[in-house]
Every structure is written in structure tokens, then in C-alpha cells.
């Protein structure tokens, strides 16, 4: 793959420590807004994920007493709790003292670096890739194969190994973002290597946003109110979607990916409109009255989907294993602006 020159070496790594010091502000020892909502509120999906993973990391010889004792804390709290109401509900002043030291705050941080041979697989046929996008009416494509071996599995360790899951989402899936832990040099190292490679489809678009989503996988089963995301726009003008959990836990491999319509959200619409839980209803109708076409891309390992970030798409039905290292993850890129 092209080397990038000395300049975007030195510009990745000043972002970087940039994010690096917001993460901190937000979410290290002394956050700027300790009654941030984030501290205060937790779900079943939520406190269900962070016993998997304290009991994943003291198997894995992570500071084993310490995430052992967590695990046990954690599922106390949760016994304590009375789930039969909302969702989302606020943490109890008794259980905010209990947990205040680690709920929602980074308390282990797995490195994932730069990687000196690059990012991108050897099959990425990047000539392919461009002459496929520009064949949809609007840009679209996908790429199996798409991060080398090396890359692939540091990503994995870094997002099962981090404690940076911090938004509750209404369905219960969890999100982790740029600003709060998300950054690595390894991601930033992915978005450049994507833009120099496919200089036709991201042009002069910069990394504007990157966010991964951690699905629990008993969400296929009937209500129980856990779901993916719905169908929505994003803010930008190039998306990439790709998944890291590997696809033996996959238990559906013709599903579980994503859903793609062939229907661009208004540029009249505002964020509001094609990007909120309370739009759904609005964007089915408009999808019943423009078209129903689309592109479904089933789940697969290292699998990325590169589209125009203002086509309407949602995540598919997916059916995973149960066990924390099955669950469903994806990280979503997202590049320039959506006017561009």
C-alpha cells in the first residue's frame, strides 16, 4: 500500500494527543463534569455488558483480583436494581458512591499502535474497489478481507480490552466515540491509509467522526427491546462500516450486516430529521414514498462498506452467539461533510 508522507505522520500523531487529552478531561481521574449524565444513568444491557467484560479481562490476566472483585460489585448492584421500569434509568445515590471510581470511566486501556507495513490487506485491489463504488447511483461498495491479519486482531483486543463503552443507547447497544477513548493510533493510521489509497471516492475529506457499536447478541430474540440501529443518515459525506467480530459467531451468515437504501436522506432535512430515535417513523415514510430499493450487505468478518455517508441504512437482523467476545461490533468512520 502507498506510504504517507512525513507530514501526515506528524498531523496524526498531534490529533491523536489532542484526543488523547479531551479523553482525559472527560473520562480520566478528574473529569471536568462529574454529574455528567453518562456517570449517572445505566441500563440492564449496560451493567450486563461491563461484568462480561471485567470477567473477560481478569481471564485474561488483566489485573485479575481487581476486575474479579468489579465483576462481583457490579453484579450485586444489578441485583439490587429494579429493572421493570424504564430503559435508561438514574443510578441511586448509594449505588453512584459504590461505583463512582470506575462506572463509565477508562479504568484499563489497551494499546493498539501504528503499524510500520500499513493497515490495508494485500488483496486490497483498490482500482476495483473505486470502479465498484462509482457503479451505484450514489457510491457504494464493500471489501472483504480489508484489514491485514496484524491490524485486525489489535483492533479486536483494543475494543474487547477497553473500557470505553460509555454510551447507553435506547435498544441496547452501547457506543464508544473519538473523543472518549476511541482514538488509537492504529484508527487514525486506518482512515488515512483508506484516503490515500482511494483517492477518487474520499478526495479532499478528512476523518470527521469515528464511533464503534457493541450489540448484545440476544437481541434477535423477541421482546426483549434490544434491537440495532434503525434506519437513519449520517452527517458526512463518505461512511465506512466494517466488523470485527469474528464469523464464527455469526449465527445467521446471510444476515446480520447491513441495510442500505438506494434513497439519499434530503439535504433539507437537518440532523434532527434523518439521525434521531424519534425520526424512524418519518423516514419509513419517506422510503415507502421514494423507493424501497436497497443494497443489503451481510455480516461478515473484516468486512468494510464504503457509501455515501447521506444514504439511508440501517443495521440488519442479526443473530450472534451468546458470550462477550460473540458480540456484535462495528466501527463506523465517517469523512467530509454531507454537502460535499
Not at 55 to 60: I, R
Not at 295 to 321: C, G, M, Q, W
Request: aromatic share 12%; proline share 4%; charged share 25%.
Amino acid at each position: 500500500m502507498c506510504a504517507l508522507s512525513t507530514s501526515s505522520f506528524r498531523q496524526r500523531d498531534n490529533a491523536f494527543l489532542n484526543l488523547k487529552k479531551c479523553h482525559e478531561l472527560i473520562r480520566g481521574n478528574d473529569p471536568v463534569n462529574p454529574f455528567h449524565k453518562r456517570f449517572l444513568t445505566i441500563s440492564k444491557a449496560k451493567i450486563d455488558h461491563d461484568i462480561e467484560q471485567f470477567k473477560y479481562l481478569a481471564d485474561s490476566g488483566y489485573e485479575v483480583e481487581k476486575f474479579q472483585a468489579l465483576a462481583e460489585l457490579y453484579r450485586h448492584v444489578s441485583l439490587e436494581i429494579d429493572w421493570s421500569g424504564e430503559e435508561i434509568q438514574r443510578l441511586s445515590n448509594e449505588h453512584q458512591k459504590l461505583l463512582k471510581e470506575t462506572y463509565n470511566r477508562t479504568i484499563n486501556l489497551i494499546e493498539a499502535p501504528e503499524l510500520a507495513t500499513g493497515t490495508l490487506s494485500d488483496t486490497f485491489e483498490k482500482d476495483k474497489i473505486t470502479r465498484d463504488y462509482f457503479k451505484h447511483d450514489h457510491g457504494l461498495t464493500y471489501i472483504d478481507n480489508f484489514l491485514t491479519p496484524s491490524a485486525l486482531n489489535s483492533i479486536r483486543k483494543f475494543l474487547l480490552g477497553s473500557t470505553i463503552w460509555f454510551d447507553i443507547k435506547i435498544g441496547g447497544y452501547l457506543g464508544a466515540y473519538i473523543k472518549e477513548g476511541l482514538a488509537c493510533p492504529l484508527m487514525l493510521q486506518i482512515a488515512d491509509d483508506l484516503r490515500v489509497n482511494l483517492p477518487e471516492i474520499f478526495k479532499n475529506h478528512q476523518l470527521k467522526q469515528l464511533w464503534a457499536y457493541k450489540y448484545d447478541s440476544r437481541a434477535f430474540k423477541d421482546d426483549n427491546g434490544l434491537t440495532g440501529i434503525k434506519a437513519h443518515a449520517d452527517q458526512a459525506a463518505v461512511n465506512v462500516n466494517f466488523w470485527i467480530t469474528p464469523a464464527i459467531a455469526n449465527l445467521n451468515p446471510e444476515s446480520g450486516g447491513l441495510i442500505v437504501y438506494n434513497t439519499p436522506a434530503p439535504l433539507e432535512w437537518d440532523f434532527k430529521a434523518y439521525n434521531s430515535y424519534n425520526s424512524k417513523e418519518k423516514i419509513a415514510k419517506y422510503l415507502d414514498h421514494v423507493s424501497p430499493e436497497k443494497s443489503i450487505v451481510p455480516y461478515n468478518e473484516n468486512r468494510a462498506v464504503i457509501f455515501n455517508s447521506n444514504l439511508i441504512h440501517e443495521t440488519d437482523r442479526f443473530e450472534f452467539k451468546e458470550g462477550y467476545e460473540n458480540r456484535r461490533i462495528n466501527v463506523t468512520m465517517l469523512f467530509g461533510h454531507r454537502e460535499d
